[in-house]
T-cell receptor
Framework: AQSVAQPEDQVNVAEGNPLTVKCTYS??????LFWYVQYPNRGLQFLLK??????LVKGSYGFEAEFNKSQTSFHLKKPSALVSDSALYFC??????????FGAGTILRVKS | NAGVTQTPKFQVLKTGQSMTLQCAQD?????MYWYRQDPGMGLRLIYY???????DKGEVPNGYNVSRLNKREFSLRLESAAPSQTSVYFC????????????FGPGTRLTVT
């Protein structure tokens, strides 16, 4: 079955330090991969996606993600965290058709 | 260009009551979706509509019905609300031209007592 795992419920990082939010997937074929961010009491906002090509994808707000086919991972990264990055982050995969499968989400807390 | 809009923003229902959640998009997207968000469970797909005139069940369809009224509008109906349907509901839309990036509405927070 197609699935997405976000192994960490919460990630804590100090402002200015690099951050990583992990995502692994279990999908056959060549999936499309997405990251979304949700701020409190808001809908989900698109950050970035991987379709094909360069394994390092750059997105909004200085975020990037690295696609690793052998490890079936798509970790979200940022070189220097901001307090304003604190939010709930979702990884999602399109296994086929026009549906997405979402992970359970990871809370990112950036402390000043 | 409002994107995806949802009404109402908040709703409190008593067990057994019915209501319809409204969703509209102005991006000319073909596909529309209804999700529910519960703590620790991410987003779960309730129903979706791949194109105008079609609807299909998602992961958690029981207790819900949908109507794709036209290309813009996709409504979700709870016929007899239950406390287990207390959740935040999101509508989303997409098109193949956006490579299936989904655009989300602001959500409806529903409480069933």
């Amino acid at each position: 079955a197609q699935s997405v795992a976000q192994p960490e419920d919460q990630v804590n990082v100090a402002e200015g330090n690099p951050l990583t939010v992990k995502c692994t997937y279990s999908v056959s074929g060549n999936p499309y991969l997405f990251w979304y961010v949700q701020y409190p009491n808001r809908g989900l906002q698109f950050l970035l996606k991987y379709i094909t090509g360069d394994n390092l994808v750059k997105g909004s707000y200085g975020f990037e993600a690295e696609f690793n086919k052998s490890q079936t991972s798509f970790h979200l990264k940022k070189p220097s965290a901001l307090v304003s990055d604190s939010a709930l982050y979702f990884c999602a995969v399109r296994p086929y058709g026009n549906k997405l499968v979402f992970g359970a989400g990871t809370i990112l807390r950036v402390k000043s | 260009n409002a994107g995806v809009t949802q009404t109402p923003k908040f709703q409190v229902l008593k067990t057994g009551q019915s209501m319809t959640l409204q969703c509209a998009q102005d991006m000319n997207h073909n596909s529309m979706y209804w999700y529910r968000q519960d703590p620790g469970m991410g987003l779960r797909l309730i129903y979706y509509s791949a194109s105008e005139g079609t609807t299909d069940k998602g992961e958690v369809p029981n207790g819900y019905n949908v109507s794709r009224l036209n290309k813009r509008e996709f409504s979700l109906r709870l016929e007899s609300a239950a406390p287990s349907q207390t959740s935040v509901y999101f509508c989303a839309s997409t098109t193949s031209e956006s490579l299936y990036e989904q655009y989300f509405g602001p959500g409806t927070r529903l409480t069933v007592t």
